[in-house]
């Protein structure tokens, strides 16, 4: 019975060999012979041993990963001097058996497989390998791709040493040998190329919906939209991208549109190396615009190597929303503005969305988002909580009467029935089922894990949230929301850590400054949390409106007459301004001036208006003075909770 042991092994082949011995025989031996003495010599230097010959090759195992490596820069360094030897060199670590008649297992497979990847005067080197040696500057090297090698179950990261007298093969050498396995993807905004600025709507439109195809393309992971729109404007290198996305490839592109005519172009890029791996023009009609997404999408997904069964490429990646293309246009008009995350840019949005319904009433995306729009202006603040809720309920069951298989339309019904209906087990199915239709989809894992946020589960929370950061790792939203639950959870150091890594990416993310001002008063540094409240203007994405912030930060402080003098103007606000609920800005300033008796009729107000942001009430620092009271197990009660 052999040894079983973990080793790095090395393959040597020479290239031509065999040829070589039918043309001079007597060269082909001298080459053989110089190739061994050199072998053995190299291989002693690095303590290892040759376990096994072959007539143009050899099989050697080491102790460690960086002694074979460096014995494998040496053999090829002395055999690239005249007489030249041509020598192909694989490298892996692994568990072997070892026995008087040779060594076996997966390892010998996959550095035998790796080193067929070579060519003359490489030294070509797995992942586990790369690993060992990263940190030793004697050794550079650079990733080659991933592939799947023959009887190897896993795709294999392949990396070739780039020491100076070593060839490094280039990818049209490896094209042909083996499957390259590239499984990611980021979708870069298209450049809008046409005269008229104001189509930049149309080629954001052509990107978001080729990123909504290719997450229906099984086992291809693809950057969600607001990670790749992070991108937008910048001129950065295709490796950094991949790098900072963690992709394998991204698609580039442009679009020019002129009247009912449309250009598009498109490259896919590989992120190991800026190699192009496709590109093409497309010239067509508009109304042809979602064959031709079709099109690009199964070209891509062809190009990856992605293998759709028989009943995927018989149906459209891409089917066609409406078949009334100004409607489509006034839909991706409403998505443009409704990107921008202020109340005056979601109506200038719902009024698109609403003509693109008026054009074409059966347009189920048009609804869904005619539901999303409203919600934001009812949790915000920007309009009558019934009203807004009303009107956005109704718009998410005409999407799902339309289509029911709207991804949009479920969530929009989950976030009505957590944040208006209180019913917990509906927007939970709701969720589930929109994880069915696109489980990469990071709002589906961005509203799971809030229902787990108001349900006190912490660890199922941020596992949500890690899924979605995953596939969307620049958006500011999930990481926010995990920002938010250590807010929540009294870790505030660890919670503004976060809203500053958000506000790195994007330094106009109002949600972050928010929170990151509620984090500083409730770790009771009353300054800071001050000058931020001073500094955000009147335009909230919070419940509670900036004044009242500044109004219970004072109140905190123990400043209760500049506390008073916010309540007395939220007082003469309430008696001019009766479109807008601010009972949640009474609870919150009475609760901070510790009047319970004032703060408690107002959070019971809150439940009669339904005001989303109650749902947090349990979770919430700022109701934490109330915990104690019996009433606030009454409002617990009221919500479901």
Known sequence: MGTRQLAAIMFTDMVGYTAMMQENELIAKRNRDRHRLVLTKAIDNGHGKIIQYYGDGTLSIFKSAIEAVKSAVEIQLALRKDPKVDLRIGVHTGDIV??????????????????????????????????????HKELNSKIIGEFDLKNVRRPIEVHAITNEGLVVPRRE???????????????????????????????????????????K???LQVTSRSSSFSFKGKNMDAREIG?????????????RKAGQKVRITSQLISTNDGYHLWSKSYDRNLEDIFALQDEISRKIANKLREKLSVVQNRKPVVTAPTENIEAYNHYLKGLFYSRKW?????????????????????????????????????TTGNLDTEQAFTKAKSAAKMALQLDANNMEAFLSLAIIKFF????WEGGLKSVKRALQINPNAPNAHLMYSLYFIVMKDLDKAIEELELAVKIDPLSPGPVRTLADIYYFYGKYEKAIELYDQILTLDPTFRAAQEFKGWAYLQSGDYEKAITIFKNLGKETTHAIKPDTQLGYAYALSGDFDTAQAYLSSLKLRAETENKVSLSLDFATLYTGLKDFDNAFFYL??????????????????????????????????????
């Open 604 to 641: 019971h107000k809150c439940c009669d208006e339904k005001i989303g942001a109650i749902v947090f009430l349990d979770v919430s620092p700022i109701w934490k003075p109330l915990k104690k009271d019996p009433r606030f197990r009454e409002i617990l009660d009221r919500i479901g909770l």
């Open 98 to 135: 070892y026995d008087d008649e040779g060594v076996y297992g997966d390892g010998v497979n996959i550095a035998s497989r790796i080193e067929s990847l070579a060519v003359a005067g490489s030294v070509m080197i797995s992942d586990k390998v790369y690993d060992e040696i990263k940190n």
């Open 342 to 378: 202020t109340a005056t840019d979601i109506k200038e949005a719902l009024g698109h969305y609403q003509k693109a319904i008026e054009l074409e009433p059966a347009f189920s995306l048009a609804h869904s988002a005619i539901s999303d729009a409203y919600t934001f202006l009812g």
């Open 217 to 219: 393309i099984d086992g």
């Open 243 to 255: 790098r900072q996305l963690n992709v394998a490839s991204i698609l580039e592109g442009s679009v």
């Open 420 to 423: 208006y209906d209180w019913d």
């Open 173 to 215: 050498e490896i094209k042909g040998k083996v499957q390259e396995k590239i499984k990611s993807i980021a979708v870069m905004p298209f450049v809008n190329m046409s005269n008229d600025t104001e189509n930049e709507y149309f080629s954001d439109g052509i990107t978001e919906e080729l990123i909504n195809a290719l997450t």
